[in-house]
């Protein structure tokens, strides 16, 4: 996402919070393209998908994974968002976190399983405890919004910073946003002018592999 969108959607997410509405007011989130590009592409290349079916059926977290995006893209296989699903779900029970990660995404969007929001911030903060930045900033929006959980803007503060600490370009802008306005935390234009400069120098690169 480019910063000058960020920069847009900061300004709408602090302006709707700090008139005291919630109901339509949404962050931003990194969405289901996030979780398709989560797994390296098997393309039409059914034999691929094979191989690694039979990895995943043997156990393997990261094989389940990755067939579960593959169904979730098409990849070797027909889309079928149930299987998807079903994949992720064994894959995330392994604790692997990108797994819940993207299990957070599909309750949240309701792709392959009914809408609910309370799921899906179980699945971020599963993720986020093990330092998988998307989720941490996708939680830090739901408690914003207080969508599945009690809206608590510190505690949107709070997963921002973590995964602003991560190097997360669109988490930095908004904790920027959050510190200029005061919104979560006390307000520091200092603490907002660090922040969004992180966010300038960090924009393109990928995040730290730990907190």
């Known amino acids: ?32 393209e996030s979780v398709a590009a989560s797994a390296p592409a098997l393309g039409d290349d059914a034999a691929l998908f094979a191989q690694n079916l ?6 393997d977290a990261l094989a389940q994974h990755n067939a579960g995006v593959a169904y979730l893209r098409g990849d070797g296989v027909g ?22 990660f993207s299990l957070g995404v599909l309750y949240e969007d309701g792709r392959g399983v009914k809408r609910d929001a309370t ?16 989720a941490q900033f996708n939680l830090g929006g739901l408690y914003l919004n207080g969508a599945g959980v009690a809206r608590n803007e510190a505690r949107a503060a709070y997963w921002y910073r973590r995964a602003a600490t991560r190097g ?5 802008f908004l904790l920027g946003g959050m510190y200029r306005a ?30």
Request: glycine share 10%; with cysteine; hydrophobic share 45%.
């Open 54 to 59: 039979e990895k995943a059926t043997a156990g």
């Open 168 to 172: 997360l370009t669109d988490a930095q």
């Open 119 to 134: 799921a899906a911030a179980g699945w971020y903060q599963a993720a986020a405890e093990q330092g998988h930045a998307d």
């Open 182 to 211: 005061g919104l979560g935390v006390k307000r520091d234009e200092a603490a907002a002018a660090y922040w969004f400069q992180q966010a300038a120098r960090s924009e393109g690169k990928a995040p730290d592999a730990k907190d």
């Open 79 to 100: 889309k079928n968002l149930s299987e998807a699903v079903t994949w992720l779900q064994l894959a995330a029970g392994q604790g692997a976190p990108q797994s819940q």
């Open 1 to 32: 996402m480019r910063i000058s969108v960020i920069l847009v959607l900061v300004a709408g997410v602090v302006a709707v919070s700090c008139a005291g509405g919630s109901d339509d007011a949404e962050s931003p989130k990194h969405p289901i």
